[in-house]
């Protein structure tokens, strides 16, 4: 039997400091080398409901839906939005200051569309 040895790419440091590797891919290039805080989000226009009480992020697109509707339907986001998560304070009705709960989804902003019609 013979012995077969698997090698990684080498690792290197890019111009901007960040890790990377010899082939230009993995960590440190592209979008998913940006963090929350430096990403352009944008609302999508069918479901960003002032009053919504839950954000829900699906790569570059916030989504403001109402949580007693997610967790009604879905156990998977009654789960979800059972364990602590990140809040956003908001406006609602006036009132100022409210948390409203985010959840960064691996779903695309297709997936979630398809889910709220």
Not at 15 to 28: K, L, N, V
Not at 74 to 83: E, G, M, P, T
Request: charge should be negative; aromatic fraction near 6%.
């Amino acid at each position: 039997m013979s012995a077969r040895v698997a090698r990684k790419r080498a690792r290197t440091d890019t111009e901007d400091g960040m890790a990377g590797t010899e082939d230009g891919q993995g960590p440190g290039r592209g979008s998913e080398a940006l963090d929350d805080s430096q990403k352009v989000l944008k609302r999508d226009a069918d479901f960003w409901f002032d009053d919504g009480t839950v954000i829900l992020i699906a790569w570059d697109v916030e989504f403001r839906v109402y949580s007693g509707l997610l967790t009604s339907q879905s156990s998977v986001f009654k789960d979800l939005l059972a364990q602590p998560q990140p809040v956003r304070t908001v406006t609602i009705h006036g009132i100022e200051k409210i948390p409203c709960p985010i959840l960064h989804l691996s779903d695309s902003p297709e997936e979630l569309r398809y889910l709220g019609s």
